[in-house]
């Protein structure tokens, strides 16, 4: 059964936060609130928990997860990247996008793209996400919240608690301004491929 917790989301309670990342580090799984809605997350290399995202967002193991990392220096290990990659990353980040790039041996097979080899990278701005993976010491595997039946990212802790209370380990709650999705970069494709046009602004790519 699922614990709810709310914590400021300016300033996350210190506790409040090591008590998810401990929930993490022994193989939980987690809702918490991001600048785009809320998020499913588990730590990087737990397959059972990568299954367990898989279940309550209805999609297959292969389903293509991202890496909430807190900045890219914690992100860097982990993809391949040319130098005008890595200048746009640096430009973009931390904000509303998430990027598609060739990960590195330091990525676990089970969070790579099976076909590609490529992984999702996002660095978000938002206070709870930055606290929560700079406690963590290493990425979050991540997939954002919307209901199998549905296409809407969750919004509200209290309706993600009622709706995943015994599939989940923690419901973090905090509010959230927008549930708009990120825009997505592909960096694989040369020019950079927009995959999907969301919150960020990727008009300079056209």
């Given at each position: 059964?699922?614990?709810?917790?709310?914590?400021?989301?300016?300033?996350?309670?210190?506790?409040?936060?090591?008590?998810?990342?401990?929930?993490?580090r022994?193989?939980?799984?987690?809702?918490?609130?991001?600048?785009?809605?809320?998020?499913?997350?588990?730590?990087?290399?737990?397959?059972?928990?990568?299954?367990?995202?898989?279940?309550?967002?209805?999609?297959?193991i292969?389903?293509?997860?991202?890496?909430?990392?807190?900045?890219?220096?914690?992100?860097?290990?982990?993809?391949?990247?040319?130098?005008?990659?890595?200048?746009?990353?640096?430009?973009l980040?931390?904000?509303?996008?998430?990027?598609?790039?060739?990960?590195?041996?330091?990525?676990?097979?089970?969070?790579?793209?099976?076909?590609?080899?490529?992984?999702?990278?996002?660095?978000?701005?938002?206070?709870?996400?930055?606290?929560l993976?700079?406690?963590?010491?290493s990425?979050?595997?991540?997939?954002?919240?919307?209901?199998?039946?549905?296409?809407?990212?969750?919004?509200d802790?209290?309706s993600?608690?009622?709706?995943?209370?015994?599939?989940?380990?923690?419901?973090?709650?905090?509010?959230?301004?927008?549930?708009?999705p990120?825009?997505?970069?592909?960096?694989?494709?040369?020019?950079?491929?927009?995959?999907?046009?969301?919150?960020?602004?990727?008009?300079?790519?056209?």
């Amino acid at each position: 059964m699922s614990k709810f917790v709310e914590v400021h989301p300016i300033n996350p309670q210190p506790r409040t936060i090591s008590r998810a990342v401990s929930i993490l580090r022994d193989g939980g799984v987690i809702a918490y609130p991001t600048d785009s809605g809320f998020a499913l997350g588990c730590a990087m290399g737990n397959l059972e928990g990568q299954e367990r995202i898989a279940k309550i967002r209805g999609v297959g193991i292969k389903h293509n997860f991202t890496l909430i990392c807190a900045n890219f220096a914690q992100a860097g290990p982990l993809v391949l990247l040319d130098n005008a990659g890595f200048r746009l990353v640096k430009r973009l980040t931390p904000g509303p996008y998430t990027f598609i790039i060739e990960g590195t041996k330091e990525v676990p097979k089970s969070s790579l793209n099976s076909k590609k080899k490529t992984i999702g990278i996002r660095i978000s701005p938002y206070p709870v996400v930055q606290s929560l993976v700079t406690e963590l010491g290493s990425p979050l595997v991540s997939s954002s919240l919307i209901a199998p039946e549905g296409n809407e990212v969750y919004t509200d802790g209290w309706s993600v608690f009622e709706d995943f209370e015994h599939q989940l380990d923690l419901v973090i709650d905090a509010p959230i301004e927008s549930a708009q999705p990120t825009s997505v970069i592909d960096l694989t494709a040369a020019p950079p491929e927009v995959i999907r046009v969301g919150s960020g602004d990727v008009s300079f790519l056209d």
